[in-house]
């Protein structure tokens, strides 16, 4: 089967910009979420998405950082402003519903450079 | 801030050696990952044990739990050159939704 699909893989952008990443789930998992990595840490969870309905925002910088599932398929997370700390790997994965407490499968991540 | 903790932070061993990394975390859990990540493949499930399991096996690896230490192990072993990445746990909570936490990660080179 398909894996998870993200994009751009890559992107560079200037300090008060904004920037959008898009991620396509393997198809039929009902379960997506947003990590960060920072360089040198593990991922750290932003926002996870139960179908379209948001299960934990808890640590996402709302006043910067929003995210959307609107059909419960793809979604876009968007950073606006950007600061230089924002600079990491932007991971999405996805999990099926029956394996809501196991696995989760990752996508190959979006490298944020900001400057 | 990150749950888990993981030691050693770097670990350098040669073809054929085994390699075993340390996880700790801090609340209760209802299973532990472990996953590795290299800059092919990115991140990938490796393992996963319930928090009522204590050993697990699968190929070369090995995965510890200790409940009431709150700390978990991985080994490999008969390392190989393309075992060579980051590795990194993982903590799932014990509700129903309960987010995956990572450690900060060990990087593990294998010399061949």
């Known amino acids: 089967e398909a894996g998870v699909a993200q994009s751009p893989r890559y992107k560079i952008i200037e300090k008060r910009q904004s920037v959008a990443f898009w991620c396509n789930p393997i198809s039929g998992h009902a379960t997506l979420y947003w990590y960060q990595q920072i360089l040198g840490q593990g991922p750290k969870l932003l926002i996870q998405?139960?179908?379209?309905?948001?299960?934990?925002d808890s640590q996402l910088p709302k006043d910067r950082f929003s995210a959307e599932r609107l059909k419960g398929v793809d979604s876009t997370l968007k950073i606006q402003p950007a600061k230089l700390e924002d600079s990491a790997v932007y991971l999405c994965?996805?999990?099926?519903?029956?394996?809501?407490?196991?696995?989760?499968?990752f996508g190959p991540g979006t490298r944020l450079t900001v400057l | 801030s990150q749950q888990g903790e993981e030691d050693p932070q770097a670990l350098s061993i040669q073809e054929g050696e085994n390699a075993t990394m340390n996880c700790s975390y801090k609340t209760s859990i209802n299973n532990l990952q472990w996953y590795r990540q290299n800059s092919g493949r990115g991140l990938v499930h490796l393992i996963l044990i319930r928090s009522n399991e204590r050993e697990k096996h699968s190929g070369r690896l090995r995965v510890t739990l200790d409940t009431s230490k709150k700390s978990s192990s991985l080994l490999i072993t008969a390392s190989r050159a393309a075992d060579t990445a980051s590795y990194f746990c993982?903590?799932?909570?014990?509700?129903?939704?309960?987010?995956?936490?990572f450690g900060q990660g060990t990087i593990l080179t294998v010399h061949p």
């Open positions: 998405f139960q179908n379209n309905g948001v299960v934990d």
């Open positions: 993982a903590s799932r909570g014990g509700t129903s939704y309960g987010k995956l936490t």
């Open positions: 994965a996805s999990g099926s519903r029956d394996s809501l407490l196991h696995e989760q499968f």
